[in-house]
C-alpha cells in the first residue's frame, strides 16, 4: 500500500518536471522558431509519457489538478487525496517554475520573464475560456476512458502523452495551452503582469472542461453497462 506521503510527493515531483520541460521548451526553443510549436507539443506529451512510467503506480500520474478533479467526480479518488494531489501539484508546478527561472536567468535566455506562461491576447478571454474547456474536456475523456480498462494499462501513458501532443498543437498558438491549473500557476506567478491578471482563466477552464468530460465518461458508462 503507498502511503498518501509518497502519492503526493510524486504528484509533486511529476508536475515540477512537466512544468520545467514543457515550458522550458518554450522558454529554449520558442513557439514561433522553425519547428518550435512542434517541440513544445511533444515536450509536455514526452513529459506525460516519462513520468507515468515513473509514478503511474505510486499516484496514478495526474499531474494536473483537472485530472484529478475527473477521477474524484468519477470516484477514484477520495476527497482526502483529491485535496492532497492538488496542493502538491500547485507546490510542483511552482518549483518547476522557480528551477526555470533560475536556470532561464543564469543561462541568458530570460528575456521576456514569461516562462512559457499562458495568455489571452490572441482569442480575447472568452475566446481563451472556449478554448480551453474543449482542449481539457479531449485530453480528460481520453484520459478516463484509457484508465479505465485495465487491458490498456500498458499503453495508457503513451495514448495520454500523444492526447496531451496534439491539444498542444492546436492550443499552442491560441493560448500557449493550459489544460492544467498547476502548468499555468508556477509561470504566471513568477512572469507576472497579463499572465497573472488571466490566471483565472486557465484555472476555470481546465476544470469546467474536465467536469463536463466526467459527466460525458459517466453517461458512456452507464449506456455500455445497460448493454
Given at each position: 500500500m503507498v502511503s498518501n506521503v509518497k502519492k503526493y510527493c510524486a504528484e509533486a515531483i511529476g508536475t515540477a518536471v512537466l512544468v520545467f520541460m514543457g515550458c522550458g521548451a518554450a522558454v529554449?526553443?520558442?513557439?514561433?522558431?522553425?519547428?518550435?510549436?512542434?517541440?513544445?507539443?511533444?515536450?509536455f506529451?514526452?513529459?506525460?509519457?516519462?513520468?507515468?512510467?515513473?509514478?503511474?503506480?505510486?499516484?496514478?500520474?495526474?499531474?494536473?489538478?483537472?485530472?484529478?478533479?475527473?477521477?474524484?467526480?468519477?470516484?477514484?479518488?477520495?476527497?482526502?487525496?483529491?485535496?492532497?494531489?492538488?496542493?502538491?501539484?500547485?507546490?510542483?508546478?511552482?518549483?518547476?517554475?522557480?528551477?526555470?527561472k533560475w536556470i532561464a536567468w543564469f543561462a541568458g535566455f530570460d528575456k521576456t520573464g514569461a516562462l512559457g506562461s499562458n495568455g489571452v491576447s490572441v482569442v480575447g478571454v472568452g475566446g481563451a475560456l472556449v478554448v480551453e474547456i474543449v482542449l481539457t474536456f479531449i485530453f480528460v475523456?481520453?484520459?478516463?476512458?484509457?484508465?479505465?480498462?485495465?487491458?490498456?494499462?500498458?499503453?495508457?501513458?503513451?495514448?495520454?502523452?500523444?492526447?496531451?501532443?496534439?491539444?498542444?498543437?492546436?492550443?499552442?498558438?491560441?493560448?500557449?495551452?493550459s489544460v492544467n491549473p498547476a502548468r499555468s500557476i508556477g509561470p504566471a506567478l513568477f512572469a507576472g503582469g497579463d499572465a497573472l491578471k488571466s490566471l483565472w482563466v486557465f484555472i476555470l477552464a481546465p476544470l469546467v472542461g474536465a467536469a463536463i468530460a466526467a459527466i460525458v465518461w459517466a453517461a458512456f458508462r452507464e449506456r455500455r453497462a445497460a448493454r
Open positions: 529554449f526553443l520558442g513557439a514561433d522558431a522553425s519547428g518550435g510549436h512542434l517541440a513544445v507539443a511533444l515536450a506529451g514526452l513529459s506525460i509519457v516519462a513520468m507515468a512510467y515513473v509514478i503511474g503506480s505510486i499516484s496514478g500520474c495526474h499531474i494536473n489538478p483537472a485530472v484529478s478533479l475527473a477521477m474524484f467526480m468519477d470516484k477514484r479518488l477520495s476527497l482526502k487525496d483529491f485535496i492532497g494531489y492538488v496542493v502538491a501539484q500547485i507546490v510542483g508546478g511552482v518549483v518547476g517554475a522557480a528551477l526555470l475523456l481520453v484520459i478516463l476512458a484509457v484508465t479505465s480498462d485495465p487491458a490498456k494499462g500498458g499503453l495508457a501513458g503513451i495514448v495520454i502523452g500523444l492526447t496531451l501532443t496534439f491539444v498542444h498543437i492546436v492550443g499552442i498558438p491560441l493560448t500557449g495551452t
